[in-house]
């Protein structure tokens, strides 16, 4: 069984369009975040969730809108796609109590704008 | 302000020889540390962390990471290079708030 699982693992869209990934948990955890990391590797968080309540949102257009329906689930909506979203997106999940920085990751949503 | 930064973005060693990899942080107090490895087209994995325990930090799939207060330091190390080691390694440090914040990796690339 995958811990931290993201749908779909590719995707590629045209500039404009509305796109959405998933993101789920069997681990029990009630933390999630979403990550991105551009071409260079470089990862920087965006949103963080504790038991569907959003504790993080760093400086992301608001196109960008995370929802969690419980605690297992943290999806990312994109509206209005541009070339710089462009991106591998990760979701990852912590349990509480855990160091912050334990976290365990999904294999990453490849997006690619055209 | 607080930040992490791995000093390489790219490091080459022959199978069998020892792999350093650095990374220092900057801020007013010692945060929790971490190395985390992503291998191509995978996410990240947590190697080891550092917690304000023992110093030197034993990792999986024999990594090492010591941590240095006085050099704001905790290198990653290996004494025998292996094929499959080859990756990005990320050094990352929780300061205090809900995230962990990421240095710009490191891709470890071993010659045979």
């Known amino acids: 069984d995958t811990a931290v699982s993201q749908t779909p693992k590719y995707l590629v869209t045209q500039m404009g369009n509305d796109k959405s990934i998933k993101c789920e948990q069997n681990l029990g955890h009630d933390t999630m975040y979403w990550y991105k990391q551009d071409s260079k590797k470089f990862l920087k968080i965006m949103f963080s969730?504790?038991?569907?309540?959003?504790?993080i949102n760093e400086t992301v257009p608001n196109r960008f809108s995370p929802k969690s329906p419980d605690k297992a689930h943290l999806n990312l909506h994109i509206n209005s796609l541009e070339l710089g979203d462009s991106a591998v997106y990760f979701c990852?999940?912590?349990?509480?109590?855990?160091?912050?920085?334990?976290?365990?990751f999904g294999e990453g949503s490849r997006l690619t704008v055209l | 302000a607080q930040s992490v930064t791995q000093l390489d973005s790219h490091v080459s060693v022959s199978e069998g020889t020892p792999v350093l990899l650095r990374c220092n942080y900057s801020s007013s107090y010692s945060p929790s540390l971490f190395w985390y490895v992503q291998h191509p087209n995978k996410g990240l994995q947590l190697l080891l962390k550092y917690t304000s325990a023992a110093t030197l930090v034993k990792g999986i799939n024999g990594f090492e990471a010591e941590f240095k207060k006085s050099e704001t330091s905790f290198h990653l190390t290996k004494p025998s290079a292996h094929m499959s080691d080859a990756a990005e390694y990320f050094c990352g440090a929780n300061f205090g708030n809900e995230k962990l914040t990421f240095g710009t990796g490191t891709r470890l690339t071993i010659i045979p």
């Open positions: 990852a999940s912590r349990r509480s109590g855990i160091d912050t920085g334990e976290l365990f």
């Open positions: 969730y504790n038991n569907k309540e959003l504790i």
